[in-house]
């Protein structure tokens, strides 16, 4: 019994960790929309509100990802509470849906730092 509470101890040691970086890079989001809103005032060209758009567009579906991965890492960490009446063989089911969420968070990490380059160029470029 005491191996299955560190494992799931490390599980929810994991989720926390995501949480904590859904939270930094929401507010990332914060921080270059309000450099996006100082763009917009010192370049009002079509070319430049053409990129602005684009790039509020992806911190608008950016956000909607981090919601529904917020939504999963809620729904880890009750599952996880509930994890002391399951079976052994269960617990391998268990800890593979953790992989898919794993998977899940490093790809949108990865995608946020690369649109969080795009716009640190953007932003060389227009302010």
Same mark, same amino acid.
């Given at each position: 019994?005491?191996?299955?509470?560190?494992?799931?101890?490390?599980?929810?040691?994991?989720?926390?960790?995501?949480?904590?970086?859904?939270?930094f890079q929401e507010?990332?989001?914060?921080?270059?929309?309000?450099?996006?809103?100082?763009?917009?005032?010192?370049?009002?060209? *079509? &070319? =430049?509100?053409?990129?602005?758009e684009g790039f509020?567009? $992806?911190?608008?579906?950016?956000?909607? %990802?981090?919601? +529904?991965?917020?939504?999963?890492?809620?729904?880890?960490?009750?599952?996880?509470?509930?994890?002391?009446?399951?079976?052994?063989? *269960? &617990? =391998?089911?268990?800890?593979?849906?953790?992989?898919?969420? $794993?998977?899940?968070?490093?790809?949108? %990490?990865?995608? +946020?730092?690369?649109?969080?380059?795009?716009?640190?160029?953007?932003?060389?470029?227009?302010?």
């Amino acid at each position: 019994m005491e191996s299955q509470l560190v494992f799931l101890s490390d599980l929810n040691f994991n989720l926390d960790v995501w949480k904590r970086e859904l939270k930094f890079q929401e507010s990332e989001m914060d921080y270059f929309e309000e450099k996006l809103e100082h763009v917009v005032m010192r370049n009002p060209g *079509n &070319e =430049v509100l053409v990129q602005l758009e684009g790039f509020q567009n $992806k911190i608008i579906r950016e956000r909607e %990802v981090m919601g +529904h991965l917020r939504h999963r890492i809620r729904m880890k960490k009750r599952d996880l509470a509930r994890q002391g009446q399951y079976e052994k063989n *269960n &617990e =391998v089911q268990f800890h593979e849906k953790q992989v898919l969420l $794993k998977d899940e968070m490093q790809t949108f %990490v990865k995608m +946020h730092y690369q649109l969080k380059e795009k716009m640190m160029d953007f932003f060389l470029k227009y302010l």
